[in-house]
């Protein structure tokens, strides 16, 4: 039996292209539920620093949202016939990482890290989903955080940065910190389970850098409207 590769200008048969997109998918919504079910831990944990009751049930509202969101991602999984723990288990460690080295030190670092962080990550995954099939991108518009729970978020950033101005240069510059983290560990995710090559006809590194920086300066752009709206610097 031959052992050489196949050609370079040999055509990638159509059952090799469909399993491909299929593990694509599948690492898609594993790295997405274990990113809700972190979430859910986070904010969770988070709410501690409160200074009110209400404050503390605004984070706990978005700590309840994202395990509804983690339950959905796992059912689409098992109806894919996929173990979502497996599916979950290769994006463990550095989400874990990434969050470690992201500990927030008070409430208002805290509200900070979620207003970034949440927000680049789904902007990072519906960049992703708009080449995805219509269920698949179904699912992933289901798992954004609400407008209303943006808006409760980026209300009580306000309020915070209006009752103490004092407080602007030091989340401004903590928020540089969560964008410049989050954007780094997107394009670690993306390039250690070849996100956007899985999506290429072709499959080429080539196509995946392109698409990679395109993805990385939409992020971007959506992350400096953000923070104007807060009265910071990007």
């Given at each position: 039996?031959?052992?050489e590769?196949?050609?370079?200008d040999?055509p990638?048969s ?13 690492d898609?919504?594993?790295?997405i539920?274990?990113?809700e079910?972190?979430?859910f831990?986070?904010?969770s ?10 404050d503390?049930a ?8 994202e395990f509804?969101?983690?339950e959905m991602?796992?059912?689409r999984?098992?109806a894919?016939?996929?173990d979502?723990?497996l ?17 927030p030190a008070?409430?208002?670092e805290?509200?900070?890290k979620?207003y ?5 990550t ?13 269920e698949t991108?179904?699912i992933?518009?289901?798992?954004r955080t609400?407008e209303?729970?943006?808006?409760l978020?980026?209300?009580?950033l306000k309020?915070?940065l ?6 602007s240069s030091?989340?401004a510059?903590?928020g540089?910190?969560?964008v ?13 389970h070849?996100?956007l090559?899985?999506l290429?006809p072709?499959?080429t590194?080539?196509e995946?850098?392109m698409?990679?920086v ?5 992020l971007?752009r959506?992350?400096s409207?953000r923070?104007s709206?807060?009265g910071?610097t990007a």
């Amino acid at each position: 039996m031959s052992t050489e590769p196949p050609a370079a200008d040999e055509p990638v048969s159509a059952g090799e292209l469909s399993a491909r997109y299929d593990k694509f998918v599948v690492d898609l919504l594993g790295g997405i539920a274990y990113g809700e079910l972190s979430g859910f831990e986070r904010l969770s944990s988070d709410a501690r620093y409160s200074p009110t009751l209400n404050d503390r049930a605004v984070l706990g509202k978005m700590a309840v949202a994202e395990f509804g969101h983690y339950e959905m991602v796992c059912g689409r999984l098992l109806a894919m016939g996929m173990d979502p723990e497996l599916a979950m288990l290769p994006f463990q460690r550095m989400v874990d990482a990434f969050h470690e080295r992201t500990r927030p030190a008070d409430w208002h670092e805290s509200l900070m890290k979620a207003y970034v962080v949440d927000a680049i990550t789904e902007d990072f995954y519906a960049a992703i989903a708009e080449r995805l099939d219509a269920e698949t991108r179904g699912i992933i518009a289901k798992v954004r955080t609400s407008e209303e729970q943006t808006a409760l978020l980026e209300g009580l950033l306000k309020k915070m940065l209006d009752e103490d101005p004092r407080l602007s240069s030091r989340l401004a510059l903590w928020g540089r910190r969560m964008v410049g983290e989050a954007l780094t560990q997107a394009q670690r995710i993306g390039d250690r389970h070849s996100f956007l090559v899985g999506l290429s006809p072709e499959g080429t590194q080539e196509e995946a850098a392109m698409e990679a920086v395109a993805i990385m300066a939409q992020l971007t752009r959506g992350h400096s409207r953000r923070m104007s709206r807060l009265g910071l610097t990007a």
